[in-house]
């Protein structure tokens, strides 16, 4: 069973989480990156306004790191929902790589905003389970030990999906 980590980025109103962007790195190095066109930025509350929008790849000024990504291999951009939705059953294809399994840290909301993305619950892709399993959670079991530092990214999406795969990869050697 293939290991995706996931991670999201965005705007909770207590009722609605719009997704503003979403990172999974995949067990096997591949990369996926997309930010929401349907985003609605101006809901966005301070914490997001200052910690999440600055760190959006199409608000950057310089975009070298952003080519290097997709010249490299990395899959995604600057989508609508809709096709982040078919992108990432591509990218996460159950008939070439098998049956998922969802990581991510703090992963309720995680959860929630990828699987909106299809509709209700039972309109998720075929194969793909119905929760990922939280890597905070593997690590209060283990005695919560510290975990690796994240870095200046923080509150990118790939950027936290990255670092969720790290804090696995430490917490299954611990």
Not at 79 to 96: C, G, P, Q, Y
Not at 128 to 153: A, F, N, R, V
């Amino acid at each position: 069973m293939p290991k995706y980590f996931i991670d999201t980025e965005f705007i909770d109103d207590g009722k609605t989480i719009d997704l503003i962007s979403i990172g999974i790195v995949a067990e096997d190095g591949r990369e996926f990156y997309a930010e929401s066109i349907d985003a609605d930025l101006s809901k966005a509350n301070e914490w997001v306004k200052e910690n999440v929008i600055p760190h959006l790849w199409h608000r950057l000024a310089d975009k070298s790191q952003v080519n290097a990504w997709f010249r490299d291999g990395g899959k995604g951009g600057l989508l609508h929902k809709k096709d982040i939705a078919r992108e990432l059953v591509w990218f996460i294809d159950t008939e070439k790589y098998g049956k998922p399994e969802f990581w991510a840290y703090y992963s309720a909301y995680d959860h929630v905003a990828l699987m909106q993305l299809y509709g209700p619950m039972i309109d998720k892709p075929k194969g793909w389970p119905m929760y990922t399993m939280d890597i905070k959670q593997l690590c209060k079991s283990l005695g919560d030990p510290e975990l690796p530092k994240q870095g200046k990214d923080e509150h990118h999406a790939l950027a936290d999906a990255r670092w969720n795969k790290r804090a696995h990869e430490f917490l299954m050697e611990y």
